[in-house]
């Protein structure tokens, strides 16, 4: 596997909230934009996604891929892996920590590693991932701070 990157990022919104956003994986598409579409495939018993298939058109780069999820009891942490190699990616594995601070905001914690399937050079696959993982946190604050 790959390295993994870390980035975090403060929400002024309870963690619940923060959670129900990044388990709502029908309404990506609404506020990622490189998203095309959106597909549970599989769902566990208690409705979380459980295989998730993505579509995504970032313009020069485009891949449709399968997401494999699992939840912590507490609700807490979220994570993924990649469930087979894509036309872009050989592996990925990624989780969000949703902790609460106790004054109505919410650190997300995001983690990140990706093995591609095409050749690139360390430093500019870590500044892909740090672009993917800015994008991604500021996406999802700002759309749990618009709904909270």
């Known amino acids: 596997m790959a390295d993994s990157s870390t980035q975090s990022i403060q929400i002024a919104a309870p963690a619940a909230e923060t959670f129900k956003v990044i388990t709502d994986f029908a309404r990506y598409p609404e506020w990622i934009s490189d998203v095309k579409s959106i597909e549970v495939l599989e769902e566990f018993e208690d409705g ?20 494999r999820y699992q939840y912590s009891d507490d609700l807490r942490r979220i994570s993924w892996t990649l469930d087979r190699p894509s036309s872009v990616q050989k592996s990925q594995e990624g989780s ?36 993917i993982m800015d994008s991604a946190l500021k996406n999802l604050k700002k759309r749990v701070e618009e709904l909270a």
């Open 48 to 67: 979380y996604a459980h295989l998730v298939r993505f579509q995504l058109d970032a313009g020069i780069l485009k891949d449709a891929y399968e997401l």
């Open 96 to 131: 969000y920590d949703v902790t609460d601070n106790g004054d109505g905001t919410t650190t997300v914690v995001y983690t990140l590693a990706v093995d591609l399937s095409i050749p690139m050079l360390g430093m500019f696959k870590r500044k892909a991932e740090k672009m």
